[in-house]
């Protein structure tokens, strides 16, 4: 084959490609082969480098994924289709993918499900099929193979069947999300095979509305003591709509190694947990595995079902149970539940409520029984505005109390904390964390006041209040450790703060110095206000963090730094950084890890990323990162660089002034000065003149100025006089010239004569000569002439050349004198006798005044 026939083979098969091929292609991949194709529009699946190892195609059109598009994309890890309009997908899609570790299908429009797509995901980890229009799981058994499988994501609105077999060979799940809110079958063991299970979270809205029998065998599937139950668009009303829970609630204390019996278990360890004394309780918590918890959100929840739920769990070992998202209907009195045993609860959490009847809902007093037992107790996001001092009191065992993101005014603090009227009467004994962030609070003298009698306390967060000043003195509990004041209204720090705080966040105040001396502090955060510079290194001796982000902090210099003995986190960026060149050089030293400093300082980091260390000035480096600047001899040298520029400006001058005295500026200059002041004492000469009321003078006394050089003075009194005052021919009038010799007043000022001459002289006579140009005076007199031109008199000035004169002759500098001769006609003195009488008639018709 000859090499044409080659290249002609090749280039079609190159276009054969491109037109099978019309493929959109995207080409949005970072350093990290990190591809980011989301929500561009794509109808197919766009060309992509075959190196990406995240692709990420979310909320495109993509309607089909076929064999071809991803054929070659085995380095690829993760995979998200999520949001498409996918209704079909090839056999061989993903066959080729051996190491996706995470596929996301979710919210697109596959109605049916086929095994064969899975063949091959050997590594697949992560795998979402949420939301998609499929009613059942497909062929039995979907999963088989994908061994290493860890979550799990199925379901959606048009579920409706679930069958034993259908997630056969699903194991070791650490997440099951199951959409089942429409689900109508549930074939009982069907989720049994799948343990151990970390965790479930699963919408039974349908199943506990209309077939509660359903709900209970699918939970008791799920149930088992180490998986976190979470359930979710629940509506429960009635006291039926609660009895799922009365099975599962005692499985939760078997193990998933008894299998099939679920029965038996539950009643032998119902038993044997009913034998257990009061006394006991807490050793039989310490037994449990942690997570015996059961979690609902978005729940709607009536007085009746939350009754029937506190007598079916009655003595179940669930230690945590938390309900987000939750519509109270009822008001709240509960009390007729107060038989039914809660011991083993050890936390509650209730965040954002809702109470469909707030005025109605009772103060909880009655629910001793429900209060008495946990130690974690948190109400965040629930409006609460008032917390009897009569119910908090009954919380004896709390150590941990969350009442953030509320309506708690100073004087309901007041209340639940007991303040005023139950000053003796120990409350919350056990109390070791406060949270009252979020609350509108105002006087943080009342907090110390009513925290100063918790003397477990340790942790205090009172952040996001309206905190604006501090007192002068406080008394805190002496175990407190860790205070929150950050996002408040502070203006300044004082002693009230106390000496055994251990981190202390001020971040977000209107903070503009600190002036705290705190030997215990590890942790001091103050990002978000106005300082100008770091706090004094010496008063936090202990100090290992410290935040200072978004003040306006100019610089700080290495021995700042190091006034912080322990100090190894400091984060500091995004402040209005002088970046001299001190400061640069000591930010890339700690970049570099080698901090710069003293001995032993290399482990201080910045852990913010020095990236985000960007100068503010000077004007030339603003915006720039600061480990990108590089400073010059200008910024760092300074004395030298002020010595060389001296110098330099110095020499400069010099050579100036040699160059000018070159080119005899110093002359032009003093010319000028001397015509400028001579025309003004000629100028107001003449004022006064008039002013005296003398008679005009005429115009022009001389008809014309005769400058010559004093060496050619022989020439002018010998000939140029004679033949122009007392003309030899009848028909000439005999002019009047003025001669500096013989005209000039005596006593006045050179210029000033020179002057009023050219002034009261009609013309101007230069004699050129070799002599005329050497003459200093003579060149005055032509540069004066000029300025008389420029000032508006616009007689020619008339140039009688004695001897040849080339242009070339004239030096450069007086080029006034070469452009002259270049433009002005002149005339030339003739050699021989015959042609001199020609030439005094010429000169006598330039010089007279016209009227031959
Ligand atoms: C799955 O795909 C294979 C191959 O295309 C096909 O034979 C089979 O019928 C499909 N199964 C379902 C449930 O659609
Ligand atoms: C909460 O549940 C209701 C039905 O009980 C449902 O309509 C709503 O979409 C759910 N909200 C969320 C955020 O899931
Ligand atoms: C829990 O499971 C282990 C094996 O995983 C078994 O030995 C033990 O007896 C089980 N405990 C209960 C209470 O069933
Ligand atoms: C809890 O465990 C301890 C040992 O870990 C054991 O002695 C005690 O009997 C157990 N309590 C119950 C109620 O099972
Ligand atoms: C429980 O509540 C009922 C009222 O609903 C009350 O009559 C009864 O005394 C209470 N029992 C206890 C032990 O508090
Ligand atoms: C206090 O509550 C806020 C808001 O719910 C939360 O961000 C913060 O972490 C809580 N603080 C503590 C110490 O739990
Ligand atoms: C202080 O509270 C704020 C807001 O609740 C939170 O973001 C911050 O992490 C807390 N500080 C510490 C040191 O826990």
Redesign the pocket.
Known sequence: MSLLSILSSSFLLLLLSVSRGQRSSCDLCDLHMSCDCSRQGFSTVPMITQQAITLDLSFNVIAEVTEDDLRDHTPLRVLHFRGNRIEVVSCQAFTTLERLEVLDLSQNRLSTLNSTWFIGLGSLHTLNLLDNPYRVLGDLPLLQGVSRLRRLGIGGAALQELRRGDLEGVTHLEELTLNANNLQRYEPGSLAYIWPLGRVLV?L?GPFLTQLDLAASLLWDVSYPETQLVL????LTTSQSVQPFSQTTLRRVSNGSVLGQYHLVGTSTCTQFSSGATGERRSIKGNFSTDRSLSF????LSDEAIISFLQVTTRAPLTFVSVD?VTMIGQGSWERANLTDHQSMDEFLVRDGKLLDTFQFSSLVQLGFLLVYPRKVSVIGCKVFALPCLTSRLMVNVEFLDLSDNLMTDMALQEALCGTDWANIPTLPDLRVLNVSGNPLKSLSVLVGLVSKLSKLTHLDVSHTGYSSMPASCSWPSTLRHLNLSWAKLTHTGPCLPVSLEVLDLSHNDLQNLVLVLPKLTELHLSGNKLLGLPAGWRFPNLHTLTIQYNTLNIFSGSDLWAYKRLHKLEAAHNKFVCSCEFVSLLQALARGAGGGGAGKGDLRLSDGVESYVCDSPLHLQGQQVRTVSLGLADCQLVLFVALVCGAVLVAVVGLAVLLGRLHAFWYIKMMWAWLRAKRSSASRRRRRLEEGGAAEPLFRYDAFVSYSERDARWVEDFLVPELEEPGAEHLTPLSLCLHKRDFLPGRFVVDNIMSAMETSRRTIFVLSEHFVSSDWCRHELHFSHLRLSAGRAEDDVLVLLEPLRRDDIPKRFCRLRRLLDSNTYLEWPPDDEQRTDFWRKLHRAVGRGEE
């Open positions: 919408n809205r979710s668009d629940l509506i959100s978005n729940v709607s998202d």
